[in-house]
């Protein structure tokens, strides 16, 4: 397969089962499959057009087990932004969030996004599930790393594009935008029409 550089590369991170990928499959597929646990990594190029410019993003879905850590840590290297992916049913994947931010780069700009807030808007009581987390701790936190926070569901769509536009919009505030001389330098292979549509799990 070719290999083509990207403008910046952009992972996916968080606890297993917060649904890093089905937020993967819903903003570069418009839709989510049936997955699996995601072992190593899978990535897509997406090309995002911000303020009339367009920009070729890397985007890697990495795994969230801990026996894959020396892994994920390989894929976080020379990475522009991060989604860190909570379930906002779950305290214990919001605790998890710290071990990933100490993970990258100081220059790396991260959004802190939960995930599956579709489970709080049930339309009745018996099927809904209650917040696990505050957003006035959330957005504590994500003050004192300098991130973003956003909300939503890869169920639904609801705000997944806001994920991974909103990030790279923060990054090209902070760093400038990147231009084909002045790129983040790495290189990624564009996948095969037989991978376009990984079925792997968050």
Known sequence: MSTDS????LVLLGQKQVGKTSLFNQYVYKEVFRTTTTIGAYFAEKNMTLDEETYKVAIWDTAGEERFSALTSFYTRQTNCAVIVYDVTDKNSFR??????NQLDSDCVIIIAGNKIDLLEQSTERSSQPRDISLANIQQYAKSVNALTIEGSALTGLNVSEMFENVVAEYIKRKGAPTRDNH????VKQ??????????CC
């Open 6 to 9: 990207a403008d910046l590369k």
């Open 96 to 101: 998890a969030v710290e071990r990933w931010c």
């Open 184 to 187: 983040s330098g790495f290189k």
């Open 191 to 200: 996948q095969s029409e037989a991978d376009e549509k990984k079925k792997s």
